[in-house]
């Protein structure tokens, strides 16, 4: 089984954690995880956006006027899409985004997420995440010792109501529960901070 380092809340080093190798030891699969990312990305979209079609805006459907000796140019219809106020070519209709992607593969994609990041080095598994207040700079102190300056996923193992309240204003750190972690919160963060018992509930949760 592969281990790594666990650290406390200065970066300070006290301890390993064993890690098992069917959760954090699976080979990078970029086709999966990027099916796996655009599915949960189309399956945000509301997919309301409406605009007016040419048979659907105000105005006369009858000829403006006749087709040769006016010197204007020919013309069907003042609805068409290149009069003001006319209707839009291939207008826009409500539909659904939605895409369904199997049990199997969001657990595979997730394994090979969260594997390749801890291989290259972006995660971190703390010991435990309590700070002493709910105050930006504690937040930020932490961050800064472990060199976290870009998109940071701190995923906790339990609720904390100080972690959450010390992050809300830092724009690039999101807090997440294990629990509710996806493949494209792990993706899209430059670093992760994870507890250590967080990553034994991981492991208790994938292990097939």
Known sequence: MPTTKVYNLQAVE????KLDDAVFGAEFNEALIHQVVTAYLNNQRQGTKSTLSRSEVRGRAKKPWRQKGTGHARQGSRRGPQWTKGGLAFALKPRD?????????????????ISTKLARGD???????????????????VLDAFKCNKSVLVVLDAANENVMKASGNLSKVLVENFSLL???QIVNADKILITKQAIKSIEEAYTE
């Open 14 to 17: 006290v301890g390993n954690v």
């Open 97 to 113: 985004f939605s895409q369904k992607v199997n049990k199997s593969a969001k657990r595979a994609a997730f394994k090979s997420a």
């Open 123 to 141: 995660v971190f598994v703390v010991e435990n995440f309590e700070i002493a207040d709910h105050k930006t700079k504690t937040m930020k102190a």
């Open 182 to 184: 996806n493949v494209y």
